[in-house]
């Protein structure tokens, strides 16, 4: 049965965009950081689990209705913006975002900015006792994070260096969570501790972009056992890369526990209501 469903969606592949991790992946992120709260912040998102995890992949659905306008927020060319260990970048990473125009962040990408965003209006849901804003700004800044996670997803090669890597983006990201990983295996230690989450988000990525050539020659070495990219192939893959998609998974739900975490301690540590958020009633 794996192997029928990898080559369903293997044939499918030229016509699927080249996203962050499909729901599989982003709901795992959010439902491991959830584990990772504090007793006071804990009941809250456990009484709104189902909104968190259901309004995760919501970003992927404006790439659809606002289309061109909001794809930016989804990676960062940390090759087009520096070079490793991207000290410049780090040094200038606030001037930088404030000249970025529509057509560089286009070019360049927005993703570190637009986690901080997310994070600037959780704070403010927080203080605010907007509970229905604070469970939608969570879910919105995992999925951004849970990007940052995705190697090919901070780099201007997104989809491979060569034209034979042409489609890796997305039979790393989805078909490989999809049909490979075991979600037992998903085990995040703690809630990494954010105190600058600009600068957190840009170590996320940059430590992200440093597994990009080793993902990029599994893929050689995977086609090269199986050039149909039939079941041989993820085998071959998921064999390689695995413990890096279990890494990135794993540390994506400690950073975004991290930062909701650090967006209500900002907030004042707020006593959460321990019911559901009226999302959209009366509406």
């Known amino acids: ?26 709901t795992l992120i959010v439902e491991h950081a959830i584990q990772l709260l504090p007793p006071e912040m804990k009941p809250f998102y456990d009484a709104n689990s189902r909104y968190v995890v259901a309004l995760v992949m919501l970003p992927d659905d404006w790439r659809l209705t606002h289309k061109g306008l909001l794809d930016s927020h989804h990676y960062i060319n940390l090759d ?25 962040a286009a070019k360049t990408g927005l993703l570190p900015w637009a986690i901080r965003m997310r994070y600037e209006k959780l704070v403010k849901a927080f203080k605010g006792g907007d509970m229905e804003d604070a469970a939608v700004q969570s879910a919105l800044i995992a999925h951004y994070i849970g990007d940052a996670h995705v190697p090919l997803h901070d780099t201007q090669y997104r989809n491979g260096k060569t034209p034979e890597q042409n489609g890796v983006h997305f039979r790393w990201e989805n ?45 050689d070495k995977a086609r090269e056992l199986d050039p149909v990219r039939g079941y041989r192939y993820h085998r071959s893959l998921f064999d390689q890369t695995g413990p890096m ?25 707020p ?13």
């Open 1 to 26: 049965m794996r192997l029928i469903r990898a080559i369903s969606i293997v044939l499918c592949l030229a016509a699927c965009p080249c996203w962050g991790w499909g729901p599989t992946g982003h």
């Open 80 to 104: 087009l913006l520096d070079q490793p260990p991207f000290t410049k970048l780090m040094e200038n990473r606030e001037a930088l975002g404030k000249k970025m125009d529509s057509e560089e």
């Open 175 to 219: 078909v490989l969570v999809d049909i490979m990983l075991k979600p037992e295996s998903i085990k995040p230690q703690s809630a990494e501790k954010v105190d600058d989450v600009l600068k957190s988000t840009l170590n996320w990525c940059i430590a992200s972009y440093n597994q990009v050539d080793a993902l990029l020659k599994a893929d």
């Open 245 to 269: 998609m279990i890494g990135q998974i794993s540390h994506a739900a400690q950073a975004t526990a991290g930062v909701w975490i650090a967006a209500w301690e900002q907030a004042g540590k």
């Open 271 to 283: 006593k959460l209501e321990e019911k559901p958020a009226p999302l959209y009633w009366g509406r």
